[in-house]
């Protein structure tokens, strides 16, 4: 495609983006407007030949060596393929948390917990925090949280969804307060521990076969609310939302592809074992490649940025679904469910519990300097690498 009707296709693209379109889903259709059998077919070709056509260099060469590799990820993805009817898909996973500011919100829903669970747990490489808002970075140095949380006003939740967000945030925190700035300190430790025992809990329910009606699931929230008990005087809480962008592998069909999303969307739960994920509307898109804008070759997503570890995070993630379907536990099943909180629960014990021993050990080999810095080495040797210093 040369550059000329490749920016046409951008224009086409962007002038649908404004008719309510996504534009990336428009600038596909503008510069392919092939069937995912054939967008991928395409892309093997492409692949080959590009690698084909550097057959006289050698590996010295960067372009020659990029093509290799590229062909050679490709056929490897077609390999686990295996002519299967499988496309990568993207979707944005919408979270919505009660807190005491942004800084509160972003530890509750960007740092260690509320992560989008694939089958094989926490997935980092599968997932990442997505920037929402569009607000600037002197901006958000002015209102004082990050761009991966965003504030949501009171008007626009329900009653009952307020009393729900508010009944989640754990009441162990407020005498822990003091200890915010701490990096794993009793705050923070706190905050992990409550989100670990709600997984926990969700285990317990669906082993109870609890929640499996509506009437049921009110008595379980409601007698967890009685046990949690109310906020303490003069606490207010605000309401944050962040957004998850998630991979996956499903069928060429947006119907599989949404069954995936809808299940990555429940692993993220409130103290009652009630999904607070949401799929965002629109945001089911499959990733067929994109066509090169230099030369107009159609790039395989196996060759486009998903790297090794990420290829074989989506495949270990689908060989689970594959293995728990083919034993009569469809995607979203209750048993499927219970597994990835409870494989979610022991993932974020151990990290956290690695991490804060790490810091700790870190901690213990520093020293403070005479103007209060901390590093490793001792003062007495930091007086006598100044005074060489000063006498050279």
């Keep these: 495609m040369s550059p000329k009707k490749q920016s046409t296709a951008a224009q086409k693209a962007r002038a649908a983006a404004r008719q309510g379109e996504k534009f990336t889903t428009a600038l596909r259709r503008e510069s392919a407007g092939l069937s995912p059998a054939e967008l991928n077919a ?32 490709v056929q490897w993805w077609e390999q686990m393929r295996a002519g299967r009817e499988l496309r990568i898909w993207n979707a944005v996973i919408e979270t919505r ?19 989008p669970l694939h089958r094989r747990g926490d997935q980092p490489l599968l997932h990442q925090t997505w920037e929402i808002g569009n607000a600037s970075w002197q901006e958000v140095e002015e209102r004082g949280y990050r761009r991966e949380v965003a504030p949501i006003a ?29 990096h794993y300190g009793a705050w923070e ?24 009606t509506e009437d049921d699931l009110r008595q379980w929230a409601a007698s967890l609310d009685a046990e949690r008990g109310p906020l303490p005087d003069g606490v207010t809480l ?16 947006e119907a599989s592809a949404r069954q995936r999303a809808e299940e990555l969307a429940a692993t993220v739960i409130d103290y009652a074992g ?7 509307d ?14 107009g070759r159609w790039m395989h997503p196996a060759a486009s940025g998903l790297g090794e570890l990420g290829r074989r995070a989506l495949w270990e993630d689908y060989a689970e679904v594959e293995a728990r379907t083919a ?39 520093l020293n403070t300097q005479p103007d209060g810095t901390r590093t490793y080495t001792s003062p007495g040797m930091m007086r006598l690498v100044t005074a060489n210093a000063r006498a050279g």
Excluded at 52 to 67: I, Q
Excluded at 99 to 115: C, K, V
Excluded at 166 to 180: I, K, M, Q, S
Excluded at 238 to 253: I, K, M, P, Q, S
Aim: glycine share 8%; aromatic share 10%; net charge negative.
């Design 189 to 212: 430790q706190v905050h992990v521990a409550d989100y670990c025992q709600t997984l926990d809990r969700a285990v317990r329910m669906i082993e109870q076969g609890r929640g499996l």
């Design 327 to 365: 034993a009569g536990e469809p995607v979203g099943s209750r048993p499927v469910l219970r597994d990835m909180y409870q494989l979610a629960a022991d993932q974020l014990r151990e990290s956290f519990t690695r991490s804060t021993g790490q810091y700790t050990a870190h901690e213990e080999k």
């Design 274 to 280: 009630r999904p607070i994920g949401r799929v965002v």
């Design 238 to 253: 605000t309401y944050w939302r962040a957004h998850n962008r998630v991979e996956f592998l499903a069928g060429y069909d």
């Design 154 to 182: 009171p008007g626009r939740l329900t009653e009952e969804e307020r009393r729900r967000l508010e009944a989640d945030y754990p009441r162990e925190v407020f005498p822990h307060l003091g200890t915010r700035g701490e």
């Design 282 to 295: 629109g945001s089911v898109e499959p990733e067929d490649g994109f066509r090169n804008s230099i030369d």
């Design 97 to 115: 948390v009660a807190a005491l500011d942004g800084d509160d919100a972003w530890h509750r829903l960007s740092l260690y917990m509320r992560s």
């Design 42 to 73: 395409l892309g093997v070709a492409d692949a080959k030949a590009y690698a084909e056509s550097f057959a006289d260099k050698d590996d010295w060469d960067w372009d020659t060596r990029r093509a290799r590799e590229d062909w050679h990820e």
